[in-house]
């Protein structure tokens, strides 16, 4: 094992490590012995009122993790900056049996809009960013042996207060910005020295993984011994087990430690197999755990492929924006009940996605212990869209590397993705400063400015619909999906997370963004069931398309979660996006979603290359379908082309193909059309190794 004091000693490593605000939090890492967290989570007292002055009366309750407007009985208008109030003020009691050890750590692990804390009457401090956890030192004020602590908590009513300096989570697309602790509160009990963060950095390729460990403020002037135990996280089978010393403690207040341990026939993490180890790390005063797993990640420029765990792998999912979920009305508790969140989480898996963006913001954080566990990679997008000219980069730094340290050993978490789609320049300055804090060095993705490495991707979000396009046009777009700027010069890999804009409510009606579309695709009368059919196949048709041609890394649907509001109204107030559930409880799909987007991301998956909309009579053509297979082995099988009218088939042919693995083969057949005028549809179909059939659908008007 190798064991470094301070970083004053010159390793390199040390000074990585030891960045300027990196000693400003506590890592996410679960308890051990002696080491005790005690949640406050539950239900508070809570109350409007001024930013300065503690409210008298606290006379409604809500709970915490949640929002504002979760109170009861109900604030009018929350949300929105009226004259009712600047701030509300939220406040408990709890009691601590035992003596009140050296260490005493407040944990508030996402709140806004900034946060003020007061504890037995005291002021213990503020913390302006909203999506990051804030820490405040209540050693001096907190009371041990069953007396009665008094935790009273300040956040802005609105975003207002903390905009022009710090990350408000601006989205043109919202319309009200709800206020709350909406994660965890809870109180961190220990004594000195204790583990300030602890960080693994997995390299399948070696079998082995490295593991990274800051200390503060050691007390005594013995060499502190550190135990280190890996388990498997679900058996709890110890797989390793070893003790390091840290020499020298008396001299200085922080510590780092550094080893790289071997876990022989280690298992891999991936969405298919989801395989975790726990790491617990001890010394005689403070001890924690953490989940990892045996995962590495990366793009591969060259081939403009992800690799995941040494080889290529498509990515294919979707988005969560949970700030726009905020603001649904059918909301309630659902982002904050666990066994909701893991059924969302295995209905995604139902649509054949292995990745999903956390896009314009982070879920509570639980939200990724269960990615770990379902098995997702995740894009994980700081909600950032757009910023105050007065925001510097090493403010957007320091907010990174606090987002960093909580979710660096997640195996999920797979891109830190700095901001949405706008191209200022503070925010690749701000990935320079940080990324070298992760020692497993995940490529970035900088929205639409240029990239900070090489090493990076790039973000394409080919809407189509907007303009004056129809279904026919996609045979002239180019396969290559379109960039913006100067980033067309970067040839990196692209990963497709938007695309379509084709939006529809979950009753069927248009948003406020698609209803022309709409009507120019199917007139000023059409029906619910109609725009539906549309909806589901043409988005069907772009993402085979997207995934066909080869040319990305991944395609994410937007989106898998998100509102679905009134669209007779302009942004910001009328709902410009929405996602495809019918019943937001349930999580039921809307069936033509369900049936033809589910097929479209399918791993063995194929596509009707043909786009012609109306056809003569009689018209035999050769129609190419292209078949791709995303998985590690070889298939084999036939394509079946038929052309179906009224429900029977008119014409049909079939072909043998052989698809390697990760490979893509196009096969042509040729087929007639029938003489008779309407509609038909065209399906091409394959069957996979499971026996379940995939297809690919065009609609056609046969008419003279």
């Known amino acids: 094992m190798r064991c470094f004091p301070n970083p004053k000693s010159g390793f390199s490593f040390c000074l990585i490590l030891n960045i300027l605000w990196a000693a400003t939090v506590i890592a996410s890492l679960r308890p051990v012995a002696p080491r005790r967290v005690i949640r406050l989570d539950g239900d508070w007292q809570i109350a409007e009122g001024s930013m300065e002055q503690i409210p008298k009366q606290f006379d409604r309750k809500v709970p915490v993790p949640g929002l504002a407007d979760m109170a009861q009985p109900a604030f009018e208008k929350v949300g929105f900056k009226n004259d009712k109030r600047e701030a509300f003020w939220y406040r408990r009691t709890f009691t601590i049996e035992?003596?009140?050890?050296?260490?005493?750590?407040?944990?508030?692990?996402?709140?806004?809009?900034?946060?003020?804390?007061?504890?037995?009457?005291?002021?213990?401090?503020?913390h302006s960013p909203c999506y990051t956890p804030s820490y405040f030192d209540v050693t001096k004020f907190l009371q041990g042996c069953g007396a009665r602590n008094e935790i009273i908590i300040r956040v802005s009513a609105y975003t207002e207060p903390i905009?022009?300096?710090?990350?408000?989570?601006?989205?043109?697309?919202?319309?009200?910005?709800?206020?709350?602790?909406?994660?965890?509160?809870?109180?961190?009990?220990?004594?000195?020295?204790?583990?300030?963060?602890v960080q693994t950095a997995p390299n399948p390729a070696d079998h082995t993984v490295r593991v990274a460990a800051k200390l503060l403020n050691p007390q005594h002037r013995d060499d502190i011994k550190i135990q280190i135990k890996v388990r498997e996280a679900k058996s709890g089978k110890q797989v390793y087990t070893d003790i390091g010393v840290i020499k020298k403690v008396k001299k200085y207040d922080e510590y780092q430690y550094s080893t790289i341990i071997p876990i022989e026939n280690c298992r891999l993490w991936s969405p298919e197999d989801p395989f975790l180890y726990e790491l617990e790390i001890k010394t005689d005063t403070d001890a924690v755990r953490s989940r990892f797993a045996m995962r590495s990640f990366r793009f591969d420029k060259k081939t403009g492929r992800a690799i995941l765990n040494g080889k290529p792998y498509f990515m294919r999912g979707t988005n969560v924006c949970i700030y726009r979920f905020f603001e649904d009305e059918l909301r309630g508790d659902k982002p904050w009940r666990t066994e909701w969140v893991r059924r969302l989480h295995q209905k995604f898996k139902t649509m054949h996605w292995n990745s999903i963006r956390y896009c314009i913001g982070f879920p509570p954080e639980f939200w990724y212990d269960i990615a770990d566990e379902v098995g997702f990679l995740i894009q994980d997008e700081f909600p950032i869209w757009g910023v105050s000219p007065g925001t510097k980069a090493e403010s957007i730094a320091r907010e990174y590397a606090d987002w960093m340290q909580e979710r660096w050993n997640h195996p999920c978490v797979v891109i830190w993705d700095a901001k949405n789609e706008f191209a200022a320049e503070q925010t690749r300055k701000a990935i320079g400063m940080v990324r070298q804090l992760d020692l497993s060095n995940r490529p970035w993705d900088n929205g639409w400015a240029l990239p900070q490495s090489d090493k990076d991707c790039l973000?394409?979000?080919?809407?189509?619909?907007?303009?004056?396009?129809?279904?026919?046009?996609?045979?002239?777009?180019?396969?290559?999906?379109?960039?913006?700027?100067?980033?067309?010069?970067?040839?990196?890999?692209?990963?497709?997370?938007?695309?379509?804009?084709?939006?529809?409510?979950?009753?069927?009606?248009?948003?406020?963004?698609?209803?022309?579309?709409?009507?120019?695709l199917l007139?000023?009368?059409?029906?619910?069931?109609?725009?539906?059919?549309?909806?589901?196949?043409?988005?069907?048709?772009?993402?085979?398309?997207?995934?066909?041609?080869?040319?990305?890394?991944?395609?994410?649907?937007?989106?898998?979660?998100?509102?679905?509001?009134?669209?007779?109204?302009?942004?910001?107030?009328?709902?410009?996006?929405?996602?495809?559930?019918?019943?937001?409880?349930?999580?039921?799909?809307?069936?033509?979603?369900?049936?033809?987007?589910?097929?479209?991301?399918?791993?063995?998956?194929?596509?009707?290359?043909?786009?012609?909309?109306?056809?003569?009579?009689?018209?035999?053509?050769?129609?190419?379908?292209?078949?791709?297979?995303?998985?590690?082995?070889?298939?084999q099988g036939r394509v079946c082309l038929k052309i179906q009218q009224n429900g029977k088939i008119v014409s049909k042919q079939q072909k043998p193909i052989k698809v390697a693995c990760l490979g893509r083969e196009v096969v042509t057949l040729a087929i007639q059309f029938p003489s008779k005028t309407g509609n038909c549809q065209i399906v091409a179909e394959i069957t996979d190794s499971d026996g379940k059939s995939v297809r690919s659908y065009r609609d056609v008007i046969v008419a003279k």
């Open 98 to 126: 035992s003596k009140i050890p050296p260490i005493a750590l407040l944990k508030v692990n996402k709140a806004k809009y900034g946060t003020r804390v007061y504890l037995n009457g005291k002021l213990a401090g503020d």
């Open 163 to 197: 905009r022009h300096t710090m990350i408000g989570g601006g989205d043109v697309e919202k319309y009200r910005y709800i206020p709350g602790i909406y994660d965890s509160v809870e109180l961190i009990l220990t004594n000195p020295p204790y583990f300030q963060w």
């Open 523 to 635: 007139g000023p009368n059409s029906t619910v069931e109609q725009r539906r059919q549309l909806y589901a196949k043409y988005l069907a048709a772009l993402t085979e398309f997207w995934r066909a041609h080869r040319k990305c890394a991944g395609v994410m649907h937007f989106c898998g979660l998100g509102y679905s509001r009134d669209g007779d109204k302009p942004i910001p107030e009328g709902g410009a996006t929405s996602d495809n559930f019918l019943d937001i409880e349930t999580l039921e799909f809307e069936p033509n979603f369900e049936k033809y987007v589910k097929d479209s991301f399918a791993p063995l998956g194929l596509m009707v290359d043909f786009w012609k909309e109306n056809i003569a009579p009689s018209t035999k053509i050769k129609v190419p379908v292209i078949v791709i297979n995303d998985l590690y082995s070889n298939w």
């Open 459 to 520: 973000e394409s979000h080919p809407y189509l619909f907007h303009k004056n396009f129809k279904l026919a046009d996609m045979a002239n777009v180019s396969p290559i999906p379109s960039l913006r700027g100067d980033q067309k010069e970067y040839k990196l890999p692209i990963i497709v997370n938007e695309y379509a804009y084709l939006w529809l409510n979950r009753d069927g009606s248009t948003t406020c963004l698609t209803r022309k579309i709409y009507e120019r």
